[in-house]
């Protein structure tokens, strides 16, 4: 489990096909301190750690399924690419964000971009299947980065990204037509059943 909280913007250093993708990610993370095994949040999904080592950087390996890299945006990966990385929660940490599991609903895409101050009004347009659960001061994680939602319209909903967030998590350079992974809130997602059985 994790918050949405961004702790370390990673880079992708390595990437290779060995039937399933596996990618070699730096990052600022002491892996003295990861286990093998251990899950770590990467653009919003949640990773297993399989290799680990510090030359000439940290890093840290991970594999990707096929199915993984069908639902997500992790198709579109390249070198060089930034990453918002998250370790997963452990007991007496505090909740900053919202409860997210890493397991990403769909893929979203940026529509429009209006910079408000010194703050981005960002919005996306989510699957019609995923837009029902998505409200107003509700809550969202768009690549692993745990969001408010201000305005639903239709599939369409608006983020604004402050210029904290835009400065430690990639959300500083995001484009028109970005693919981001969307994770639903679980408490939405509760809800929408609990009305279904009335």
Same mark, same amino acid.
């Given at each position: 489990?994790?918050?949405?909280?961004?702790?370390?913007?990673?880079?992708? !250093?390595?990437?290779?096909?060995?039937?399933?993708?596996?990618?070699?990610?730096?990052?600022?993370?002491?892996?003295?301190?990861?286990?093998?095994?251990?899950?770590?949040?990467?653009?919003? @999904?949640?990773?297993?750690?399989?290799?680990?080592?510090?030359?000439?950087?940290?890093?840290?390996?991970?594999?990707?399924?096929?199915? %993984?890299?069908?639902?997500?945006?992790?198709?579109?990966?390249?070198?060089?690419?930034?990453?918002?990385?998250?370790?997963?929660?452990?007991?007496?940490?505090? &909740?900053?964000? +919202?409860?997210?599991?890493? +397991?990403?609903? #769909?893929?979203?895409?940026?529509?429009?971009?209006?910079?408000?101050?010194?703050?981005?009004?960002?919005?996306?347009?989510?699957?019609?299947?995923?837009?029902?659960?998505?409200?107003?001061?509700?809550? @969202?994680? &768009?690549? #692993? %980065?745990?969001?408010?939602?201000?305005? @639903?319209?239709?599939?369409?909903?608006?983020?604004?990204?402050?210029? +904290?967030?835009?400065?430690?998590?990639?959300?500083?350079? *995001?484009? !028109?037509?970005?693919? *981001?992974?969307?994770?639903?809130?679980?408490?939405?997602?509760? @809800?929408?059943?609990?009305?279904?059985?009335?």
């Amino acid at each position: 489990m994790f918050t949405g909280i961004v702790t370390d913007m990673g880079e992708v !250093l390595e990437l290779e096909q060995r039937g399933d993708l596996r990618a070699r990610i730096g990052t600022a993370y002491d892996v003295a301190r990861i286990d093998i095994g251990a899950s770590i949040a990467c653009e919003g @999904v949640c990773l297993t750690v399989v290799a680990l080592g510090s030359s000439p950087r940290n890093w840290f390996d991970v594999q990707i399924s096929a199915e %993984t890299v069908s639902k997500t945006n992790l198709s579109g990966w390249t070198v060089g690419k930034r990453l918002n990385l998250e370790r997963a929660l452990k007991v007496g940490d505090e &909740l900053g964000g +919202h409860i997210v599991s890493g +397991h990403v609903d #769909g893929v979203a895409e940026v529509v429009k971009i209006v910079p408000e101050g010194e703050s981005l009004r960002v919005t996306f347009r989510a699957p019609e299947a995923l837009a029902k659960f998505i409200a107003p001061k509700g809550s @969202v994680a &768009l690549n #692993g %980065t745990s969001l408010t939602v201000n305005e @639903v319209e239709g599939c369409n909903f608006g983020i604004n990204f402050i210029p +904290h967030t835009q400065a430690v998590t990639t959300w500083g350079t *995001v484009k !028109l037509g970005d693919r *981001v992974n969307l994770e639903v809130d679980t408490m939405a997602r509760y @809800v929408a059943r609990l009305r279904e059985w009335g």
